[in-house]
């Protein structure tokens, strides 16, 4: 599938994986399932992705980017902060606490990678053995469901000051 463009509506039909219980770092996650359509269909919404929580750069620069500068996306009137990647609820949930995202960024786990693949941004690792099931590094601005920017690749594409520096 080719990669989703600026126009495209987010793929609808699709489920997510939510935390319940944000803030509480010493609670296990409560998933929720969420509707790509119902997360992703109104306001403006950033949605950025990592091929895992913990790794070096996610971990490091890409997260943190995005909690740093999150009062400054408010500012320009995104609605909600997104970061998705094929990593289960509960791997995101820790990592969003580990990072206290809580309250700037929120995680939706895309366990499966339906949601990768039906953005044409699966990506195999498995030659790195860190599975054949991943997401690339991307960003995306959304408006009420249609994708005004995508950023994929590099911090200097998807990165949380190269995103704000596109609203």
Same mark, same amino acid.
């Given at each position: 599938m080719a990669p989703i463009q600026v126009? @495209?509506?987010?793929? +609808?039909g699709l489920t997510f994986v939510a935390t319940t219980n944000a803030g509480d770092v010493n609670a296990c996650a409560i998933p929720k399932q969420l509707k790509s359509e119902d997360v992703l269909g109104s306001g403006k919404i950033i949605l950025f992705a990592v091929p895992g929580a913990f790794t070096?750069?996610?971990h490091l620069q890409h997260l943190p980017g995005y909690v740093k500068h999150a009062d400054a996306f408010k500012a320009k009137g995104v609605s909600n902060i997104y970061v998705t990647s094929t990593n289960d609820v509960f791997v995101l949930d820790a990592w969003a606490k580990h990072e206290k995202a809580d309250g700037k960024v929120s995680v939706l786990a895309d366990? &499966?990678? $339906?949601? +990768?693949k039906a953005a044409g941004m699966h *990506? @195999? *690792?498995?030659g790195n053995k860190m599975g054949a &099931? !991943?997401?690339? !590094?991307? +960003? *995306?601005?959304? $408006?009420n469901g249609v994708v005004t920017y995508v950023g994929e690749g590099d911090l200097d594409m998807s990165g949380a000051e190269a995103v704000l520096a596109k609203l």
């Amino acid at each position: 599938m080719a990669p989703i463009q600026v126009g @495209d509506k987010i793929p +609808a039909g699709l489920t997510f994986v939510a935390t319940t219980n944000a803030g509480d770092v010493n609670a296990c996650a409560i998933p929720k399932q969420l509707k790509s359509e119902d997360v992703l269909g109104s306001g403006k919404i950033i949605l950025f992705a990592v091929p895992g929580a913990f790794t070096p750069t996610c971990h490091l620069q890409h997260l943190p980017g995005y909690v740093k500068h999150a009062d400054a996306f408010k500012a320009k009137g995104v609605s909600n902060i997104y970061v998705t990647s094929t990593n289960d609820v509960f791997v995101l949930d820790a990592w969003a606490k580990h990072e206290k995202a809580d309250g700037k960024v929120s995680v939706l786990a895309d366990g &499966n990678g $339906e949601f +990768a693949k039906a953005a044409g941004m699966h *990506l @195999d *690792l498995s030659g790195n053995k860190m599975g054949a &099931n !991943r997401t690339k !590094r991307y +960003a *995306l601005i959304i $408006e009420n469901g249609v994708v005004t920017y995508v950023g994929e690749g590099d911090l200097d594409m998807s990165g949380a000051e190269a995103v704000l520096a596109k609203l």
